[in-house]
């Protein structure tokens, strides 16, 4: 089953808004990654996060992989129409890559 | 460069029925991963292959499940005597060489068994 407690489960933002939603683990992963994925898609790699600590951003997006390796988060800035998904939190263990629950995006017009 | 394709897009099946989901990785990719997804839920690993080789199967739910790759390309998902739980949408993703590479996800097959 799931081992990653991905918060929260839905956001409803205004346009222009700064979004954050993080991830928590009961164990620890080396790689943390942030994915999207738009309806009727697989999900797209955002961001991946190697040391612990480590903070790494992607044009308005920004991901830490916590010092603990047992949580991350991923903050959106200044949100716009297309940002509208499901966003999902995953770990790397051996060749597997396990995802928590997501976090559907909502970006009220 | 094309990505990595899935077909059917779709398919409706009765419970007992048997299916076959294909998927087309990025062309030179070795490592092959199948994933199920719920609804409202993540992608959960299936299994992993590395060329012709299932090297972790582990997340296989049943042996009604198998899949294949024969010539180290195309993959089958292949599923027996469906049952309604089985309804998911089921990805596909390819990286280039397994490890830390990135994994590229196919859009998916949505299976649904009545």
């Known amino acids: 089953g799931q081992q990653l407690n991905q918060s929260p489960q839905s956001m409803f933002i205004q346009e222009g808004e700064d979004v954050s939603m993080n991830c928590t683990s009961s164990?620890?992963?080396?790689?943390w990654l942030w994915y999207k994925q738009d309806p009727g898609e697989g999900p797209v790699l955002l961001i991946a996060?190697?040391?612990?600590?480590e903070l790494t951003s992607n044009g308005r997006l920004t991901a830490q992989f916590g010092i603990t390796r047992k949580d991350s988060f991923l903050n959106i800035s200044a949100s716009i129409p297309s940002d509208v998904g499901i966003y999902f939190c995953a770990g790397r263990r051996d060749d597997k890559i396990i995802f928590g629950k997501g976090t559907r995006l909502h970006i009220l017009p | 460069g094309a990505g990595v394709s899935q077909t059917p897009s779709n398919k409706v099946t009765e419970k007992g029925k048997y299916v076959e989901l294909r998927c087309d990785p990025i062309?030179?990719?070795?490592?092959l991963y199948w994933y199920r997804q719920s609804l409202g839920q993540g992608p959960e690993f299936l299994i992993y292959f590395q060329g012709t080789g299932a090297a972790d199967d582990s997340g296989l739910p049943n042996d009604r499940f198998f899949a294949v790759r024969p010539e180290g390309s195309v993959s089958t998902l292949k599923i027996q005597r469906t049952e309604r739980g089985d309804s998911a949408v089921y990805l596909c993703?390819?990286?280039?060489?397994?490890?830390?590479?990135?994994?590229?996800f196919g859009p998916g097959t949505r299976l649904t068994v009545l």
């Open positions: 993703a390819s990286s280039l060489t397994g490890g830390d590479n990135e994994q590229f």
């Open positions: 062309s030179g990719h070795t490592a």
């Open positions: 996060l190697y040391k612990a600590g």
């Open positions: 164990s620890i992963f080396n790689t």
